[in-house]
């Protein structure tokens, strides 16, 4: 009995030995192994991108998909080195993702499950500045075995490390250094470092004919819509859009409407603003981000009240007051097929001052406006837009909708 007690306690203290470090390394130890991997992450253009990047071995590195946008080519900077990167694995559900880096040297840290209670560190570029360490415990694993788990800890940050790293006394790699919505603005959070062994099957396994994680459209991709005007005269004209560049977030579109030369416009992916075409017979037709579905992709809260750009129309009145919201999924039908389509409404008002000239009452104090985006297409598929004139009275509605497109 005494002997099996004796084997018990030898293998449970070897099993212990498995999870802890050899011995804790003091917080200097730890910053000067890891410090060596740590990389601030810039656009092509060599603009900051307020965030880092961490080394995970020869030619690769990881991040939060947060920093990276829509963009593919990137800049890894630590002192007077840099290093061209390219995205290799998007995991767009998670928000991890993994750069190929040619020329990157650096010895790889092992890899540990973060524990609750443990004593961790934050390792990474302040805002993309200067490179700091924060300590703090291990204070929830939240949403544990889903594709939102996050490592919270107690670790503050006066600013973001987004991006960084997370070390345990060993200077084992936990995590990687990410932001949510859900979690205290001064404490950090990371995606667990388990994940990035699983980068590459879970990249492969993004939807056919679709790049890993990418769903911006490509060079050559086009979009022929009908545009339809019903109400006081009423008028139809064809609209084609290609896809000339892509850069970071900025999609550049040549914009061909009706028979006028095909004029030139860059368009944000990320922004959410209204854009105007002017039409033939003084007709206008409005946009709203043609390209939304990549913040939908994000699965993340969108921010509404900072839609900008809705044409002023006559200057004597007031701003409109804008409101947006997520209609949710549902089955669209254009002429270029059915689509399962994420709909938005935009809510447009503006009270006329009193002694509003009449002749002007043809002015628009409120709209409608609804757009369907189809992942599949990478932009929109159909819009309604809708204006009531001063008197209250029904002014008009533009439809367009999607007649074909081509991914190149």
């Not at 934050?122 to 544990?144: K, M, N, P």
Request: with cysteine; proline share 5%.
């Amino acid at each position: 009995m005494l002997k099996r007690r004796l084997f018990r306690l030898v293998v449970g203290v070897l099993a212990l030995g498995a999870t802890l470090p050899a011995h804790a390394l003091t917080p200097e130890q730890i910053f000067e192994r890891a410090a060596p991997g740590l990389w601030t992450l810039h656009g092509p253009d060599g603009s900051s991108l307020s965030g880092s990047a961490v080394a995970i071995g020869a030619g690769k590195a990881v991040t939060s998909c947060t920093l990276l946008g829509r963009a593919s080519r990137f800049e890894l900077r630590r002192d007077k080195s840099v290093l061209a990167a390219t995205l290799e694995y998007r995991d767009e559900a998670r928000g991890l993702c993994q750069l190929d880096v040619p020329g990157l040297q650096v010895q790889e840290l092992p890899r540990a499950a973060p524990r609750m209670g443990q004593r961790v560190y934050a390792i990474g570029y302040e805002r993309g500045a200067e490179l700091s360490i924060a300590e703090g415990l291990v204070s929830r694993l939240r949403d544990a075995g889903s594709d939102a788990e996050r490592v919270q800890t107690s670790v503050p940050t006066s600013g973001w490390l987004l991006g960084g790293g997370l070390y345990d006394e060993g200077a084992r790699l936990l995590g990687v250094v990410t932001t949510s919505h859900r979690d205290a603005a001064n404490v950090v959070s990371a995606l667990p470092a388990g994940w990035i062994a699983e980068l590459a099957d879970r990249s492969r396994a993004a939807p056919a004919g679709a790049r890993p994680g990418e769903i911006l459209p490509g060079p050559g991709a086009s979009w022929i819509y009908s545009y339809d005007f019903r109400g006081l005269g009423a008028a139809r004209y064809d609209l084609s859009v290609r896809v000339t560049s892509v850069e970071g977030g900025t999609v550049q579109e040549s914009v061909s409407i009706a028979s006028a030369p095909a004029s030139q416009a860059a368009v944000s992916a990320g922004g959410l603003s209204f854009r105007s075409f002017p039409l033939p017979r003084s007709q206008m037709l409005v946009e709203f981000a043609p390209y939304l579905h990549t913040l939908l992709a994000k699965n993340e809260s969108i921010a509404w009240g900072r839609i900008s750009g809705y044409p002023a129309g006559n200057l004597a009145l007031p701003f409109w007051t804008l409101t947006a919201s997520n209609q949710g999924e549902e089955q669209v039908a254009v002429p270029a097929g059915t689509f399962k389509a994420t709909k938005i409404e935009v809510w447009g008002r503006r009270q006329a001052p009193a002694g509003f000239a009449a002749h002007m009452a043809y002015e628009s104090t409120r709209f409608r406006y609804r757009a369907w985006y189809a992942p599949e297409v990478r932009r929109y598929v159909k819009l309604q837009h809708e204006t009531w004139s001063l008197s209250g009275a029904w002014s008009g509605e533009q439809v367009v909708e999607l007649l074909r497109y081509s991914e190149k």
